[in-house]
């Protein structure tokens, strides 16, 4: 039974995480914009172009086939991290489950799953992780500074070698807090909309309760990660000045001194194209997760 969550969770991240490949490509070129110059530019800087202008660009400039750079750490990523993550909540579902309440869980209990499910996944998905967000990023850097890795496996073997193992699980950290965060809202939320439409008679266990359940869990979790992701962010892209402390010393004092400068509502920077990512993939990913439990029921 235990397995079987692992295989179901797999299958339907990966076909979440492919579908919706191009729309992460296009969140981490926009969370990107003005991060590689190392020094000040000579005029203020130019507003930052949307989702579809930046999709336009990309293609303009590098082709459609560029929407799936990096399409190979996705599955890598999904295959590690995702697979980890729904396997482990699952275990802990059927675990942690009341008898007495028609095999339900509670919501407290829904989080705590998924906080411990998306905290161990990342740390197993962090090298797939950062390949990604390497091997989505190379195409806007100039042609002298690109690493033109070839596939996944090719980025993580030159990372160990030119940067060491330890490069694998850079900004880790980040990325486990981000992971719990995702995965205790999204999980959670996704079967407490669904058990709370079905006790209310709301819709049948169908195709519509599914959409509707993980539209819902998709725009809580985007909420609930938004502002971990623009803190990740700026900390991965730091400018440090040789001899001169870093602009942050952690995720913490960046925070702190983010909501200092430019209010609480700048952990919200970038939440359209977030919420453009996240919900497609949200219900792309249990409306195929159910279809694949069906699939699998006798098995």
Known sequence: MGLKGFVE???????????????????????????????????PPAPKAGPIAVGIKLVQQEGVVAL?????????????????????????????????????????RKIAAGLIAGGIGAAVGNPADVAMVRMQADGRLPPAQRRNYNSVLDAITRMVKNEGVTSLWRGSSLT?????????????????????????????????????????????????????????????????????????????????????????????????????RQGPFTVVLFVTLEQVRKLLKNF
């Open 176 to 276: 486990v807090n981000r992971a719990m965060l995702v995965t205790a809202s999204q999980l959670a939320s996704y079967d407490e909309f669904k058990e709370m439409i079905l006790k209310k008679g709301l819709m049948r266990d169908g195709l519509g309760t599914h959409v509707t359940a993980s539209f819902a869990a998709g725009f809580v979790a985007s909420v609930t990660s938004n502002p971990v992701d623009v803190i990740k962010t700026r900390v991965m892209n730091m400018k440090v000045e040789p001899g001169a402390e870093p602009p942050y010393s952690g995720a913490l004092d960046c925070a702190m001194k983010t909501v200092r400068a430019e209010g609480p509502m700048a952990l919200y920077k970038g939440f359209i194209p977030t919420i453009t």
């Open 68 to 108: 799936y750079s990096g399409v190979s750490a996705t599955v890598l990523r999904q295959l590690l991290y995702s697979t980890t993550r729904m396997g482990l909540y699952d275990m802990f579902k059927n675990k942690w489950s009341d008898p007495n309440a028609g095999g339900s869980m509670s919501l407290s």
């Open 9 to 43: 969770g797999g299958i339907a991240s990966v076909v979440a995480g492919c579908s919706t490949h191009p729309l992460d490509l296009i969140k981490v070129r926009m969370q990107l914009q003005d991060s590689t110059s190392t020094h000040a530019p000579p005029h």
